[in-house]
């Protein structure tokens, strides 16, 4: 079962934009926050955007006045824009959902952004 689908990301050049879509299944229930984590190859997972379910947002300090997350409660759908795009962008991105109960347990399959220079 897959309970959060990804698209939108890309190749693009340094100062390019990019939109990325999470589809949440309607199955998911529960649901505190969504985000958007990225991975670069050695590096840790880290969380880039995130939007409570009563809409208040907060992001890492590497993507504030560049990326903006952002969400569709009638599409079940979150998305982030990401402008200003940087060559340390690039990575692997990936959309979760936070359960108040269960913490940060479903994911997306990921989707790689690269940011060339």
């Known amino acids: 079962q897959v309970q959060l689908v990804e698209s939108g990301g890309g190749l693009v050049q340094a100062g390019g934009s990019l939109r990325l879509s999470c589809a949440a299944s309607?199955?998911?229930?529960?649901?505190?926050?969504m985000g958007w984590y990225r991975q670069a190859p050695g590096k840790q997972r880290e969380l880039v955007a995130a939007?409570?379910?009563?809409?208040?947002?907060n992001y890492a300090d590497s993507v504030k006045g560049r990326f903006t997350i952002s969400r569709d409660n009638a599409k079940n759908t979150v998305y982030l824009q990401m402008n200003s795009l940087k060559p340390e962008d690039t990575a692997v991105y990936y959309c979760?959902?936070?359960?108040?109960?269960?913490?940060?347990?479903?994911w997306g399959q990921g989707t790689q952004v690269t940011v060339s220079s």
């Open positions: 979760a959902a936070k359960s108040s109960a269960l913490g940060w347990y479903y």
């Open positions: 309607r199955s998911i229930f529960s649901i505190n926050a």
């Open positions: 939007i409570t379910s009563g809409g208040s947002t």
